[in-house]
DNA sequence: CTCATCCATGAGAGCGCTCTCACGCACACC
DNA sequence: GGTGTGCGTGAGAGCGCTCTCATGGATGAG
């Protein structure tokens, strides 16, 4: 039988509630007791109950990181495992665990807010939003703290969020193209409903600042969305020279095509993806990318959550800088 | 104020006991009296606080996934974030709830077995272990579900895993080079504190059936440990001309140290790796790899521990079956 | 010497739920 | 009419912890 409060204290030979304070650290408690505590415990091997304590606290010591994504894409593209391992990594040490959900549908999602209305976490984490996301505004409404990863398509007073400089970002794409002498850039951009996407084809643009004719087509990050896109362009602007892609992903797919299409890379036409995951390193050529900070964007959030979760105020946004990564591709 | 069950007995009219017993479908329950109480739940918006059921139940209803690895290495590695993932969709739907778990190093390891002798989850799912690994006899003896991710090195009765079959696959690609008319084969083994690397090592050999000189370098998965192995095995024999790496990111690195040195991959080297990652699709030239079924693998995983808990007896180890996809690096 | 103060400790009331047990009612049987 | 069976329901005792409040002894002030 698992030992419990009582069985501590009887051990020590002092009551449940002095061995309570010992856990808890109180500084009303004589340092003869509380060694005595602390040798039953360690004899006993006692570890509190987890379930009987943020039953009683109201406090769980856990957070929940919400996954939103369709199943298939998700396992291809890295981000997401990055974010996950990325806030546990930033949790060890705290004391707070870390619980994953994955809400795809309308139903998972009253689900979920039931699962977090019931108190069996402190906070949430939201990865990766789509546009319509309901999520945001139930959690606000309901006063979980909560923090997104992205900028949310509608600005929700009172929500903070954490995310990279998408608009600076393709800037500095589009600007390493042009200054490379590249003047008929085309742009691969990311799906219209989701903020990095928009994001990422707006600096494109004002990096351009209004050269005409724009050449863009759509993709929805994945690999071949990016071939079809780059098919597409190649087929309407037969003389543009250089690519940015909104994700390392649909650049792939895009070199691809270029391959096959018989324009050498960078010679004929130059690439820049975003995003910089491992991929980036081991396309033909290696692909100059802009690198996103996955990894201090979780560590952002989950910071940012652990304190408004303590009380405090709630954290304007954070935009983390990006920076480019010169590789073979332009 | 948040409802709890009085508030709901309340509401409907009933007793605790009732609105209880309607809550987990006991069939013992007027039918009046069960839309009366289901009524009161929805007008007055109920959540089950999991926390007083678990304490109640001595039951948690969630599982923890225990990652052990450095925090590097992991990150380009894309194998643990889509079992995680994976494993998260097995879990939709089921009511169970996945707690992600970091220990690294050994005051880490002492910290997980409190947490889990904690009672705060019912099971736990070990991944990607190493040879020394201490937890899985600790959680063992502490009479906690576990299932683990991989064969462990030192068999422990009464423990289940779940691997992919290692000795198979790397046989099939030994096999595959040998009927391309590959004759001088070499091998990038894994680390050998891994059973993984063992095993691949092992089916390696056992394919090529003792022909000599063996031609073996080690790497520990890394890519850049791939072109190290790759670069000493051209050194150490030159007119190779056939290379089974044990993990795509090793082989990866050695079609990079290949072509740097000359040889055309397949017409000179033929490579096969191991994994199937997305990457494998986008070298140069796309590679000829052997599949690992990492969903698969996290479904059975999940699902052996879910009926263990169930109270089941404990299973018998899993091997699932891998198989070659062909691309053109062999 | 008395009274107020302070501090270590204990008693006990919850936190919100589950589950056993007893109760009362309806029905059927002898 | 009594006994037995079955079933829906309620009362109440926990589950293991925290926290408030009371207690009692030591201390210092008046």
Known sequence: ??????TVAAEAGVSRATVS????GSPRVS????????AAIATLG???????????????DSIALVMREPDATVLNDPYLGNIIIATSQTLVGTGVQLVLVNAQNTAEHAQLADYVRSGHVDGVLLASMHNDDPLPR????????TVVGGRPASPLPGLSYVDCDNVGGAQLAAEHLLSAGRRRIATIAGPQDMTAGIDRLAGFRQAL????????????FSRESGQRAMAELLDRYPDLDGVFAANDMMAAGALRVLRDAGRAV???????GFDDIELARHT?????TVHQPIVHQARTMTELLLTQIGGDPVADPVILPTELVERESA
């Open 1 to 6: 039988m698992k030992p419990t409060l009582d």
């Open 284 to 288: 033909e050529p290696p692909l100059t």
């Open 31 to 38: 340092a003869e007791v509380k060694t005595a505590v602390e």
């Open 138 to 145: 139930i959690l606000l409404d309901a006063g979980i703290p």
């Open 209 to 220: 600042a209004g050269r005409k004719p724009e050449r863009v087509a759509y993709g929805d």
């Open 46 to 60: 006692y570890v509190p109950n987890r379930a009987a304590r943020s039953l009683a606290m109201r406090r769980t």
């Open 21 to 24: 304070r010992v856990i808890n």
């Open 266 to 272: 960078p010679h004929d036409v130059s690439v820049v």
